[in-house]
């Protein structure tokens, strides 16, 4: 099979990057269903919000309110939304193109995506077209190889309340940026917590989440 990663830059026609962006939340999702409707992409996915509980309800209240959401259930962290996009999206959801990771939206609203084919053709349609100059995105890496996973069944880890907040306040203080703009000391006092106690569950939550966010 054939495997590619892209990545799209901040687009403010982007429903989600444009609220991941304004919230400083990232967004885990993994599309679930397609239709056209009217000229638009209407798509229905699953996903969780990673950053601080204030921004992450701030988001979801946006998202709630906003006229390219049809339909939008949530649960704390984790939501099942049916929204528009622009019809250029279509061309992700050819038959035969998989989604073989989720998809990943960073808190500065870049888009990234790791899709496989079997008909090299379709995964260069898709290149084409985002990495074309309405959507200026980046080929990252296209190779021929055996696929031995494919994220479908389960997308997201769980993580306890503790691990959520832990990596929540070290997106939110981009603690993960290049260069680093914090430090786990300074991230456990504004988790109310010991160093050690900050290290050791963000630790494991980025032990379960890291696997999804590695292409």
Known sequence: MWVCTLSVPYKEENLLARLAKKHAVAILGYPLSHERKG?????????????????VAALTRELR????????????????IQFKQ??????????????????????????WLELGAWDKKKLSRIIEAYTSPWFQGKLHSIKQQQVTRVQVFTPFPELSAQQQKCLSIAIENKYYDYP????????????????????????????????????
Do not use: C, W
């Open 180 to 215: 680093r703009k914090s430090d786990l000391k300074t991230l456990a006092k504004l988790a109310g917590i010991s160093y050690a106690t900050f290290q050791y569950h963000l630790r494991v939550a980025e032990k379960k989440v890291m696997p999804f966010l590695t292409f």
């Open 86 to 111: 622009h019809e250029a999206n279509a061309i992700l959801f050819q038959p035969g193109v998989l989604f073989r990771k989720p998809i990943f939206v960073d808190h500065d609203g870049t888009y």
């Open 39 to 55: 000229g638009k992409s209407i798509i229905t996915a699953s996903g969780i919000f990673l950053g601080d509980d204030k921004n």
């Open 65 to 80: 309110r906003d006229q390219k959401t049809a339909r939008l259930e949530l649960k704390q962290n984790y939501g099942i």
